[in-house]
């Protein structure tokens, strides 16, 4: 069945709120935009607040560890500035600190990403703190398929999870499964399969590297794309098959580049795929800057297809041995 | 479900304050002499504690801070395995991995608590949530100092319990110290009550020092909570008698302010009382004390017996 990302979301929300009365949401505008939760689960269960992502985020730590399943809506992901204590302090290390006594099953929704032109503090893909924080899950789709797989599956997870949309995404139609669609936290999948190199991403920059991927093969690459889907857990294994198949890895992802979810990619795949390498692992990521509003800049810090494909293309002709100037943004 | 509406033994409530008062000054012995890692103390903030959480049932849920000793304690926590806890030891009620500063007991009822100034504010208003929901029974109490008042998240706190409506009894220790700061430097108002008023919650100021005023105070406010449904906000007047965290000399303390205050110990407070009011005798005292003394020390030996946790801990519990 067709239908966008916005709707793969509200058919996920809906359906696991319908399947567990612990389950409910709210956020700012949560109540205001989502008339129909509202309908279906009355006041009590699809919620307004403040606009104060820390309550939120401290609101939805708390109901989690005392018996709810919170969906919470932060709106855009630099707002989870003011929720990193109730996330990374709180639902993400109370656990431990405990000694294992609360456990945290909650989903925090935050847009980013660029093609809204709204600028730095509205647009940052800042998914690899997380990822970089101990006791949470980081997922990051693709597809509306897997926007309503991984959010159930997140709704379900007896963890806190990060759950960020990309928000040029959400007017994206694609085909979602009928009936009871889960896609596994943790499982990577091969957008398209192919022989010569791995071009590894997540999110918008997935679609990119699809397109990139049409253009090589005119070349006569054959590229095999994986969509990583989930950040943590890191489908590790996924990751090392493909790349001991191709020999040869682009990293691709809009986030920017320095300690970004690209370089832990690349040691790992130092780590445990060294032999196997024929060429330096590339990474093509956003650059070390705030983003821009101005739609030119905007595009411009965002790998795109033409030069995914030129990197690949310059991957292919690079050997293990020769020294290899870094790719920076396109 | 109704508060306990007769009045609580004072007697019991004594020993619990002289138990809570041991307790912390056995820590502050294990680490002068011991090694025995440094801790936050709540000494001369004892009856805020035992007069709170005398007023509460064992539905109700308590969320605490760094000072969390005689919320703990008050609510009938284990002393050996408190100890066994700050020491990293196995039968610690964390495993070993809270220490001192963030011990939580939640079969207790004593949930999430944060030492990050303020945290326990932000996740109370969660619980508070859950306890709000059909079939659910209970009040959160939420206890923080003065200097959490001064986080942003108090205010997003009071003003969301406010607006849901939320079974959340505040407590706020006033005890005059935000970390290394007075609070005359940190406030322009002298009670934090001034604030909580603004948004529209019932409140009530009293001597955090008498037992029986706060354990009167904290009934009313829990009657309040069951019977309108909304948050309520106490404020403890009392003081910290040590430094903000063992060790500390305490020489940016005023000695004229600590000396008025400790003249008003709640503990030696309560006992003129009772022995005024012929309660109390010395050999009635004598027996307390001993109690407690036993007590204290079968705790450590509890928690020097408990091993520490094997090396396979380290990353256990980190998901569920």
């Given at each position: 069945m067709k239908m966008t990302v916005n709707e793969a979301i509200s058919q996920a929300l809906a359906e696991e709120m319908r399947r567990d009365a612990r389950v409910l949401m709210f956020g700012e505008g949560v109540a205001t935009k989502r008339g129909d939760l509202l309908a279906e689960f009355g006041a009590a269960r699809v919620r307004n607040t403040p606009l104060a992502e820390g309550i939120i985020a401290g609101t939805a730590a708390g109901a989690a560890a005392t018996g709810l399943r919170p969906v919470v809506d932060l709106l855009?992901?630099?707002?989870l500035c003011y929720a990193m204590d109730e996330i990374?302090?709180?639902?993400?290390?109370l656990r431990y600190i405990s000694g294992g006594q609360f456990a945290f099953p909650l989903v925090a929704i935050a847009m980013t990403g660029?093609?809204?032109?709204?600028?730095a503090q509205h647009n940052h893909n800042l998914e690899a703190w997380f990822v970089h924080s101990p006791g949470l899950k980081v997922a990051m789709p693709s597809n509306a398929a897997d926007f309503k797989g991984l959010l159930k599956a997140a709704i379900r997870d007896d963890n806190p999870v990060l759950f960020f949309v990309?928000?040029?995404?959400?007017?994206i139609e694609g085909e979602v499964p009928e009936g009871e669609h889960i896609v596994p936290l943790g499982q990577a999948a091969v957008a398209r399969a192919g022989s010569d190199l791995t071009i590894i991403s997540y999110a918008k920059t997935v679609g990119h590297c699809l397109q990139a991927a049409e253009q090589l093969a005119v070349a006569g690459i054959d590229a095999e794309v994986i969509d990583l889907?989930?950040?943590?857990?890191?489908d590790e294994d996924a990751i090392l098959r493909s790349v001991r198949r191709t020999g040869r890895v682009l990293i691709v992802h809009e986030a920017s580049r320095t300690c970004g979810v690209g370089a832990e990619i690349a040691a790992l795949v130092g780590e445990r795929a060294f032999d196997a390498l024929a060429a330096p692992v590339m990474r093509l990521t956003g650059p070390d800057a705030p983003t821009p509003s101005s739609r030119v800049l905007e595009q411009a810090f965002v790998p795109q297809p033409a030069g995914i494909a030129q990197a690949a293309r310059q991957l292919m002709q690079a050997a293990r041995r020769r020294a290899q100037p870094e790719a920076q943004f396109i | 479900m109704s508060c306990d509406a007769l009045p609580a033994p004072r007697l019991q409530m004594l020993e619990r304050m002289l138990l809570i008062r041991a307790y912390e000054e056995k820590l502050v012995h294990l680490h002068a002499s011991h090694g025995v890692a440094g801790t936050c103390t709540s000494v001369g903030q004892e009856a805020c504690a035992v007069g709170v959480v005398q007023a509460l049932t064992p539905a109700d849920r308590i969320l605490t801070n760094h000072r969390s000793a005689g919320h703990l304690l008050a609510r009938g926590a284990d002393p050996g395995r408190m100890l066994a806890e700050v020491m990293g030891k196995?039968?610690?009620?964390?495993k070993g991995k809270s220490g001192s500063l963030h011990i939580s007991a939640a079969k207790l009822g004593?949930?999430?608590?944060?030492?990050?100034?303020g945290g326990e504010l932000a996740l109370a208003t969660g619980v508070g949530l859950s306890l709000s929901m059909p079939g659910q029974d209970g009040i959160a109490a939420c206890f923080f100092g003065d200097g959490a008042a001064c986080e942003g998240r108090f205010h997003e706190s009071l003003n969301l319990a406010a607006v849901w409506k939320l079974p959340i009894l505040y407590v706020c220790?006033?005890?005059?110290?935000?970390a290394f700061v007075h609070r005359r430097e940190t406030m322009?108002?002298?009670?934090?009550a001034a604030w909580a008023e603004g948004y529209g919650v019932p409140v009530r100021s009293v001597d955090g020092n008498d037992v029986e005023a706060v354990y009167a105070a904290a009934q009313e406010a829990c009657a309040a909570i069951r019977t309108n449904g909304g948050p309520y906000f106490l404020e403890l007047n009392t003081y910290?008698?040590?430094?903000?965290?063992?060790?500390?000399?305490?020489?940016?303390?005023?000695r004229r302010e600590l000396k008025a205050w400790l003249a008003r110990d709640p503990i030696m407070s309560l006992e003129r009382r009772l022995r005024d009011q012929d309660e109390l005798d010395d050999a009635r005292q004598a027996a307390m004390r001993a109690r407690v003394s036993e007590t204290i020390e079968a705790a450590l030996a509890f928690a020097n017996a408990s091993p520490f946790p094997e090396a396979a801990e380290l990353t256990a519990d980190v998901y569920a």
């Open positions: 855009f992901a630099p707002f990374v302090n709180s639902a993400g290390k660029s093609g809204w032109a709204v600028g990309d928000m040029a995404l959400t007017p889907r989930t950040l943590k857990p890191l | 196995r039968d610690g009620y964390c004593v949930v999430l608590t944060s030492t990050i100034v220790e006033n005890n005059q110290w935000q322009p108002v002298e009670q934090i910290r008698q040590r430094g903000h965290f063992e060790p500390d000399d305490q020489s940016y303390v005023d």
